[in-house]
């Protein structure tokens, strides 16, 4: 099935009505591991999510629901109406608004502190840590399926934030985090942020956020901390902003390496072996920059 017949088959159970009722306005670009369309219903606007090739290795779709539940009363995301937790398609309300990413990040540091300390001060814990350890462990297993050994300068790297980890994971400051909260995953609409895409939500770091926010650009994270904290940072605030952004490079290495061992490079036209060794490339620089 293409995906407008994905869509029309899932909406008319979902919303019991005709397949005439139903139209893919467009598709929302951002995001290398989704499928994402602006859709109408019956006159009104919904997202529709259909999650691309091998994404359920990496998110956990019981897991990602429980979260959106979670968070749900603090309105910081567009309700989801739908999540279908085998397949991962997912309806929500549209909300009409600029990504972030196509606007001047540092103009909105200070809504963006402010939604992030919404979230991290709640009080809400999750039944499930993000646990940065485990999950690189478990995908580092799964391009062992594909490739029976890590590179060399991988395995340095990772040996050296290895060393880091008895110092910056500390169990006692664990929040509940959204865990991507890259510049793309913020929408501005009139009158509030928003903070899209859940799938990788769980009791974390509160600067694992902040580190997330430098994705594309670390300028933004290095900008956003001092909002963020409230204050000057210190040396060892910028250390586990290091620290968790050098993390993130590994993580993101890892499942770029898996999407180029299964043919997402040629099937989405993106080097993913380059987006690879690029992630490694900033790892090196993000762990050389800890004090």
């Known amino acids: 099935m293409t995906n407008e017949e994905i869509i029309i088959e899932v ?6 009505t005709l397949p005439k009722n139903i139209s893919v306005v467009k598709r929302l670009m951002g995001g290398m591991s989704n499928y994402t369309y602006v ?6 606007l919904y997202t529709f999510r259909i999650p691309g090739k091998k994404a359920e290795k990496f998110v956990d ?13 603090l309105h910081l995301n567009n309700k989801t109406i739908y999540l279908n937790e085998e397949t991962g398609y997912k309806i929500a309300h549209y909300i009409e608004g600029t990504p972030l990413h196509e606007l001047n990040p540092l103009d909105y540091l200070k809504q963006v502190a402010n939604v992030l300390h919404k979230l991290h001060d709640s009080k809400k814990i999750s039944k499930y840590d993000y646990n940065p350890l485990q999950r690189l462990k478990m995908y580092e297993n799964y391009t062992f399926e594909y490739h029976h050994t890590h590179s060399e300068r991988y395995n340095e790297l990772k040996n050296r934030f290895l060393s880091y980890a008895n110092k910056y994971l500390d169990s006692s400051r664990l929040v509940f985090a959204h865990g991507d909260s890259q510049v793309s995953n913020f929408v501005v609409t009139n ?3 928003a903070l899209m895409d859940w799938e990788f939500s769980g009791n974390n770091d509160p600067l694992y956020d902040v580190a997330c926010f430098g994705n594309s650009n670390f300028d933004h994270a290095l900008a956003l901390l001092p909002i963020y904290l409230g204050k000057e940072p210190t040396i060892e605030d910028y250390n586990r902003l290091y620290f968790f952004r050098s993390f993130q490079c590994l993580q993101w290495h890892n499942v770029a390496l898996y999407k180029e061992f299964i043919g997402l490079s040629v099937d989405l036209g993106v080097d993913f072996m ?11 620089n993000f762990l050389n920059e800890i004090k």
Do not use: P
């Open 61 to 73: 779709r019981h897991m990602e629901n429980y979260h959106i539940n979670l968070v749900d009363d």
């Open 191 to 193: 009158d509030s942020l």
């Open 39 to 44: 859709i109408q219903v019956n006159e009104l």
């Open 11 to 16: 909406c008319t159970e979902v919303f019991s």
């Open 274 to 284: 380059f987006v690879a060794n690029l992630y490694l490339d900033k790892a090196e």
